[in-house]
């Protein structure tokens, strides 16, 4: 499994998707990162995705990362749980 590095940063603010997507197209440049993965809910419930550079293989490997990063952060948010 490799390293999750979390952005943006969960504090700030954006005031649209486009401004949040920005700031991650600008981060994963940064990064370096060559596939990319991306989903979204409107608001009538309908679910749009989108692949750049991704196998079947990259695609599955990428949520992977995702479910382990939603896991990570349900137990930050319960630590007194599991402690």
Same mark, same amino acid.
């Given at each position: 499994?490799?390293?999750?590095? #979390? ?7 954006? $005031? ?8 991650? %197209?600008?981060?994963?440049? %940064?990064?370096? @990162? ?12 309908? @679910? @749009?995705?989108?692949?750049?550079? +991704? $196998? ?6 990428? +949520?992977?990362?995702?479910? +382990? ?6 137990? #930050?948010?319960?630590?007194? #749980?599991?402690?």
């Amino acid at each position: 499994m490799a390293d999750i590095i #979390r952005f943006p940063m969960p504090d700030k603010e954006y $005031s649209s998707a486009k401004d949040f997507l920005q700031d991650s %197209a600008d981060r994963l440049e %940064a990064e370096g @990162v060559e596939a990319v993965l991306i989903a979204g809910k409107s608001r009538d419930g309908q @679910v @749009v995705t989108g692949y750049y550079q +991704c $196998s079947f293989g990259v695609r599955q490997e990428l +949520c992977g990362h995702i479910q +382990c990063d939603i896991i990570d952060q349900m137990i #930050r948010a319960n630590i007194d #749980r599991y402690e």
